[in-house]
T-cell receptor, first 113, second 112 residues
Framework: EAGVAQSPRYKIIEKRQSVAFWCNPI?????LYWYQQILGQGPKLLIQ????????DSQLPKDRFSAERLKGVDSTLKIQPAKLEDSAVYLC???????????FGPGTRLTVL | QKEVEQNSGPLSVPEGAIASLNCTYS??????FFWYRQYSGKSPELIMF????GDKEDGRFTAQLNKASQYVSLLIRDSQPSDSATYLC????????????FGKGTMLLVSP
């Protein structure tokens, strides 16, 4: 069974630029999550999708971050414009709707200069 | 604001010893508890989950939950150098599509 796929794996941008991350969950997983993990901290949930609907985006900085999952499968997370404090690893995870077990992708390491 | 607290470590143990990792949580409504292992530069992977008070064993790992004290722990018996990683504690409300709240993690170092 293929795992959660993410791209790119690394990205370096300057502040005020835009960036987008892509995630493809495990086949059949209806729930998809985006987390931000700053160095030395645990992952923090940014947004959770159930199929193509948003379940929880309470911690998403909506003035600069956006995410979509239009067809209920893969998803994109965008930051526009980026700030220095956005430097982090962005993790995508997926799970079956009936289970809380989440499987994480390899992450995208973002550096904002 | 739900909080999950862990000692950041590092916790250093010799090979073959028992490593004890601790976690406290602030929300009494928390229902499910998870331990994830994260190697440096890698993504978290689930080790164990526990829902009920008491102990749950899986191989060399034992999770312990005490809801009255709002405390969950992970014991690793016969620690190996390959166990050296950061261990993340996470909790959920387990109601519908609930979300994980993670602690900062405890770094474990197992010396040969």
């Amino acid at each position: 069974e293929a795992g959660v796929a993410q791209s790119p794996r690394y990205k370096i941008i300057e502040k005020r630029q835009s960036v987008a991350f892509w995630c493809n969950p495990i086949s059949g997983h209806a729930t998809l999550y985006w987390y931000q993990q700053i160095l030395g901290q645990g992952p923090k949930l940014l947004i959770q999708f159930q199929n193509n609907g948003v379940v929880d985006d309470s911690q998403l900085p909506k003035d600069r971050f956006s995410a979509e999952r239009l067809k209920g499968v893969d998803s994109t997370l965008k930051i526009q414009p980026a700030k220095l404090e956005d430097s982090a690893v962005y993790l995508c995870a997926s799970s079956l709707s009936s289970s809380n077990e989440q499987f994480f992708g390899p992450g995208t390491r973002l550096t904002v200069l | 604001q739900k909080e999950v607290e862990q000692n950041s470590g590092p916790l250093s143990v010799p090979e073959g010893a028992i490593a004890s990792l601790n976690c406290t949580y602030s929300d009494r409504g928390s229902q499910s508890f998870f331990w994830y292992r994260q190697y440096s530069g890698k993504s978290p992977e689930l080790i164990m989950f526990i829902y009920s008070n008491g102990d749950k064993e899986d191989g060399r790992f034992t999770a312990q939950l005490n809801k009255a004290s709002q405390y969950v722990s992970l014991l690793i018996r016969d620690s190996q150098p390959s166990d050296s990683a950061t261990y993340l504690c996470a909790v959920t409300m387990n109601s519908g599509y609930s979300t994980l709240t993670f602690g900062k993690g405890t770094m474990l170092l197992v010396s040969p």
